[in-house]
């Protein structure tokens, strides 16, 4: 396995949860990125990181709430969620890409994907 997240869990609205995305074998990509997906519609992006200089990027709905973040010593993206709502609701994966990006990308731009991580926020 190169890349797997976790962290996920169910919470109430307004709470937060911090979603991991370790590392064991993927080298050489230039970023990290955060998406989502619900049931019957497309795999969404969060939020992207360059894992060289740490320049973010976000989706509207993520701005202000979510928070990207690496620790390159521990090869780990986190993704910090907070005030969580209910249209929060997914499975999130996280993924690596060796394009460069210069804002929110689609889920093409990705190349090596983790095992999704459930997030559910109750009412």
């Known amino acids: 396995v190169q890349l797997q997240a976790f962290g996920g869990g169910l919470v109430q609205t307004g709470e937060s949860l911090r979603l991991s995305c370790a590392n064991s074998?993927?080298?050489?990509?230039?970023?990290v990125g955060w998406f989502r997906q619900v049931p019957g519609k497309e795999r969404e992006f969060v939020a992207a990181?360059?894992?060289?200089?740490?320049?973010?990027y976000y989706a509207e709905d993520a701005k202000g709430r979510f928070a990207i973040s690496r620790d390159a010593t521990q090869n780990t993206a986190y993704l910090q969620m907070n005030s969580l709502k209910v249209e929060d609701t997914a499975v999130y994966y996280c993924?690596?890409?060796?394009?460069?990006?210069?804002?929110?990308?689609?889920?093409?731009?990705?190349?090596?994907w983790g095992q999704g991580t459930l997030v559910t926020v109750s009412s």
């Open positions: 074998g993927r080298y050489g990509f230039y970023a």
């Open positions: 990181i360059s894992w060289r200089n740490g320049v973010k």
């Open positions: 993924a690596t890409t060796v394009r460069r990006i210069f804002g929110p990308s689609g889920s093409d731009l990705y190349d090596t």
